[in-house]
């Protein structure tokens, strides 16, 4: 069985913000448009089956995200 696995959320994505990056200029980016971006790597193996894709978490059914998520 394949689930759903996504790293950013609408919440958990100005969270990152306000954990990383200095205090005084959070208020301030949060008005405005960011992105975070996610890299990664295959550990060992190439990977051969269920490779990583991206995706808008628009796409995702709101049922698969409470269902599965760890946020």
């Not at 609408?10 to 959070?26: G, I, K, M, T």
């Not at 992105?35 to 990583?52: D, F, H, Q, R, T």
Request: aromatic share 8%; proline share 8%; with cysteine.
């Amino acid at each position: 069985m394949h689930f759903i696995h996504n790293d950013q959320t609408f919440v958990s994505s100005p969270r990152r913000v306000r954990d990383h990056l200095p205090a005084d200029e959070v208020a301030r980016l949060l008005q405005g448009r960011f992105a975070i971006v996610n890299l990664w790597w295959p550990v060992g193996e190439p990977v051969e089956s269920s490779p990583l894709a991206p995706c808008d978490s628009r796409s995702i059914d709101e049922r698969d995200v409470a269902l599965h998520s760890t946020f």
